[in-house]
Nanobody, 125 residues
Framework: VQLQASGGGLVQAGGSLRLSCAAS????????MAWFRQAPGKEREFVGV????????YYADSVKGRFTISRDNTKNTVSLQMNSLKPEDTAVYYC???????????????????WGQGTLVTVSS
């Protein structure tokens, strides 16, 4: 499965951006799609996930209430709507995917075997 991410850019604090990720290839109803981010000098961090095609969506505490994940199973796409952005949200954002991710591992980047190319989000203060 190949993932293609789009969106990102420069925005002022308090602004909004939308990222999208499209999966091509063989996916199934067990395909989980997630977002991670990595700021300079920091480890890759879980942002949120659409677990399988179940409709269950989970977020990191740091983005809960500000970010929204939506998924279109007919198009194999997942989007990340980011509102009320803060300078600390500045990072390269990655979409990730894998089949058969169990719930206990959804926040672990090691659970995913397909990654998009990363898109830079910069939030200025």
């Amino acid at each position: 499965v190949q993932l293609q991410a789009s969106g990102g850019g420069l925005v002022q604090a308090g602004g909004s951006l939308r990222l999208s990720c499209a999966a091509s290839g063989r996916t199934s109803s067990s395909y989980t799609m997630a977002w991670f981010r990595q700021a300079p000098g920091k480890e890759r961090e879980f942002v949120g996930v659409s677990w399988r095609s179940s409709g269950y969506i989970y977020y990191a505490d740091s983005v809960k209430g500000r970010f929204t994940i939506s998924r279109d199973n007919t198009k194999n796409t997942v989007s990340l709507q980011m509102n009320s952005l803060k300078p600390e949200d500045t990072a390269v954002y990655y979409c990730a995917g894998a089949n058969g991710v169990i719930l206990s591992r959804i926040r672990m980047f090691q659970a995913y075997d397909s990654w998009g190319q990363g898109t830079l989000v910069t939030v200025s203060s």
